[in-house]
């Protein structure tokens, strides 16, 4: 493993982003959330089909970023500064991995706190070990809200949830958090790596052109109406018609087998 601040790997349709920052638990310091967003780029141009965000060692992502913190109390960080710096970098990075046009799965397994955990939930598919811990705790350094928290949090678990877990700054654990519904699956920390890999592959080898579709329509669906709904799925699955995975997926269930997707 190198010292890069983020780790790219694209092996199979899967491209899996790591947080390599193992000794400040991965937290989104300037050059983690720099290397997150240029990740995606990366991707974006890839011939990757699903997205993987782990982190390394035993911590998926401690939280924002603590020096910029201590600059601005020390005199080092103007406000002004300092809320461009959180806009532009990890703003930037959660909002990058949010609106990223493939799936998206974040493979928690060990602490997310903060923007840690609202880089998690900005994922498509928030998945975690047993031993993992979620928490918006905030106000344990005093602070509002930040880094898209506001947006993601209630949208998942509902206002008065949300309230209820920034007010209190509790800890959830895996299962907890589950329940409340920031996690889609809890898996045994020992099967957790495989598990995961099961379910990524399995999203990889689907129609890539539909489900990119899918997820933007699902994703639009929240802030619109039923008929505007009904008239975008309608203008995309005109397009996706044409796909090579379309035809194989209609073969395949006149044939009673399986498809096989390409991805195009």
Request: with cysteine; hydrophobic share 40%; net charge negative.
């Amino acid at each position: 493993m190198t010292d890069d601040p983020v780790l790219l790997d694209i092996d199979e349709g899967v491209a899996t982003i790591t947080l390599n920052r193992p000794e400040i638990r991965n937290a989104l310091a300037r050059e983690v959330s720099a290397g997150i967003v240029d990740a995606i780029e990366e991707i974006e141009g890839s011939d990757a089909r699903c997205v993987v965000l782990e982190g390394s060692d035993e911590a998926f992502c401690a939280g924002g970023n603590i020096n910029s913190m201590t600059e601005r109390l020390e005199g080092d960080l103007s406000l002004a500064d300092a809320e461009r710096l959180m806009v532009q970098t990890t703003g930037r990075a959660i909002s990058r991995v949010a609106g990223c046009q493939l799936p998206t799965v974040a493979k928690v397994d060990g602490p997310a706190f903060g923007a840690g955990a609202n880089l998690a939930i900005a994922c498509d598919i928030p998945i975690a070990s047993d031993a993992s811990r979620i928490g918006f705790g905030f106000r344990q350094v005093g602070l509002a809200v930040d880094s898209g928290t506001s947006y993601l949090l209630p949208r998942l678990v509902g206002l008065n949830t949300a309230k209820e877990l920034v007010f209190t700054g509790e800890l959830l654990d895996a299962d907890r958090a589950a329940d409340l519904g920031l996690f889609n699956r809890v898996f045994p920390a020992e099967e957790f790596d495989e598990r995961a890999e099961e379910l990524t592959e399995e999203i990889a080898t689907g129609p890539t052109v539909a489900l990119r579709a899918s997820k933007r329509m699902l994703d639009q669906g929240l802030g619109g109406s039923l008929d505007g709904a009904i008239a975008d799925e309608a203008a995309a699955q005109t397009a996706v018609f044409e796909t090579r995975d379309h035809r194989e997926g209609v073969a395949a269930f006149e044939e009673k087998r399986n498809p096989e997707f390409e991805g195009h």
